[in-house]
């Protein structure tokens, strides 16, 4: 994995976009001459062995290295910062708990004893007065909290939770749920980077830049703090990049098949509903793919039937997904159940439109910043860091954009990750409409955190077509070491001064 290999390649991988789909005016479109897919790294390896495309010796390596980045800043962030999330974690704690002993939480279901304890014990900013475990009271330490997330869907916590249970059992001394539940976020991230490079090599990046995008996963303030935390949030970072395989299958190997994208989307909105999304915009890519193909061959259904069956297979496992869980949800527990955690929405003022617009492009402002971590594990250095990511990421799907043809896999790739972003806000701002006739007061960034991976991608795939290997991992490095020094406590230019906990309320 040289750059010299990449170099030879990269003509063929990272800049052959605007050869990779045939123009408006070249007759062929979709259904034209399809240009022979290049093997990724130009050829098998040495035993001929090739794994989704890779040669076997190489992706070890990569995946290697990425699990070593992965467990090492986890690992520690949960060894170092053990006080509660302010994200809701002890009920995402209670549910976890709940459904790793056969039961799903309800309306109403209060979070069991046992995670009381351990709460009480993480010692969420001090509320207890002690962070050691000694006093615990089950009584009187929060034995009236819900687990008002009864409402997110299983995958998360099922998984989690199961491997959880097992794993606490052969720890010795018991009271370890949250912690084993928390160092289990370094599996999803390892499998959100491993999962992106791959997507990263279907669009033909060179293999080092893929490298670099994957590694650049958990430099992501935000996918840290989810990674190492128990949250429904944790997934995300894994379904955007699910979603970024499954285009890389349509866009570059011009591959329609419907049992993979029906199986991502009920993988990734039964994780979060907000985690489907980008596998919603893999249905608009394919959707417009057939209107494109209805109006260049002048009515001919043919070319459009296999895209529209893709959107349909898209739409028809998100609605399942969906309203099979709400259906079921809701009609289990108190029905007369009031939501403790409400207060995040306000009345329309003036315009519903206006109201409900007013954070259309919010998710782009603080897209890395706006994150929750222990003081322990965070910094004003993770602060800046996070703020020159920021401003990366957010210009990133423009700059892809604007560097390919137009109606290309590289410009397509922008535009979807762009409107991806966007429809977020929307989508946050009619569920609370619906549900209350109000408009959401702040739609944070987390929200969008399964389109992280996108944009990683938008910049990775600039970076291979303009040869810049050594900036990327310059600056791949250069975060590496901030997150490193900062998470073990050995230079964080002292704590946060300025903080994010106002973004990540609701």
């Not at 990327?472 to 704590?495: D, E, H, K």
Request: proline residues 6%.
């Amino acid at each position: 994995m040289t750059g010299m290999e990449t170099i030879r390649t990269e003509q063929g991988e990272s800049g052959g976009d605007d050869t990779s789909v045939p123009g408006p005016r070249s007759g062929g479109g979709w259904r034209g001459r399809l240009r022979r897919p290049i093997r990724p790294g130009g050829g098998r390896s040495d035993d001929g062995r090739v794994v989704a495309g890779e040669p076997l010796r190489r992706l070890l390596l990569v995946a290697l290295g990425l699990a070593g980045i992965a467990m090492t800043l986890v690992f520690i962030a949960v060894a170092r910062g053990p006080q509660m999330s302010i994200t809701d974690e002890p009920v995402h704690a209670g549910y976890l708990y709940e459904i790793a002993y056969g039961h799903i939480p309800y309306k109403g279901q209060l979070v069991p004893e046992e995670i009381r304890y351990e709460w009480y014990c993480h010692n969420q900013q001090a509320a207890t007065g002690a962070s050691t475990c000694t006093g615990f009271n089950a009584s009187t330490f929060q034995t009236s909290s819900q687990i008002y997330t009864f409402g997110d869907p299983p995958v998360y916590y099922g998984i989690t939770g199961f491997l959880t249970r097992g794993i606490s059992a052969l720890i010795p001394g018991g009271h370890d749920f949250i912690t084993v539940g928390r160092a289990l976020g370094a599996l999803w991230l390892f499998a959100a980077m491993i999962v992106l490079y791959l997507a990263a090599r279907k669009f033909r990046v060179g293999p080092p830049y893929a490298f670099a995008a994957a590694a650049l996963v958990p430099l992501c303030p935000g996918v840290l703090a989810a990674s190492s935390q128990i949250t429904s949030d944790t997934p995300a970072a894994l379904c955007g990049a699910i979603a970024l395989y499954v285009l890389a299958r349509i866009l570059i190997d011009k591959r329609m098949g419907l049992i993979l994208p029906f199986l991502a989307t009920v993988f990734a909105s039964g994780t979060k509903v907000l985690s489907g999304m980008p596998m919603l915009v893999v249905g608009g890519v394919t959707f417009f793919i057939a209107l494109a193909a209805l109006y260049r061959d002048r009515g001919d259904w043919r070319a459009a039937v296999r895209p529209l069956l893709v959107t349909a297979a898209i739409g028809l496992g998100f609605v399942l997904t969906y309203v099979s869980w709400t259906v079921f949800q809701n009609h289990r527990g108190d029905p007369h159940w009031v939501n403790p955690n409400i207060g995040n929405g306000l009345p329309l003022k003036g315009s519903p439109a206006g109201d409900l617009l007013s954070n259309l492009f919010g998710t782009f402002g603080n897209l890395t910043s706006a994150y929750w971590m222990p003081a322990s594990v965070n910094g004003e250095t993770v602060v800046i860091w996070a703020t020159l990511l920021s401003v990366v990421l957010a210009a990133a799907p423009l700059i892809v954009m604007t560097a390919s043809r137009a109606r290309s896999w590289g410009w397509t790739l922008g535009v979807g990750t762009f409107l991806g972003i966007t429809a977020v806000a929307l989508v946050v701002e009619a569920q609370v409409y619906m549900a209350n006739h109000e408009y959401f007061v702040n739609v944070v960034p987390r929200y969008a955190l399964s389109f992280l991976p996108w944009t990683i991608l938008c910049v990775a795939v600039v970076a291979g077509r303009r040869k810049l290997l050594k900036s990327s991992y310059a600056f791949v490095s250069l975060g590496l070491i901030v997150l490193l020094l900062a998470v073990t406590g050995l230079f964080t230019l002292g704590p946060a001064l300025v903080s994010n906990a106002s973004y990540l309320v609701g």
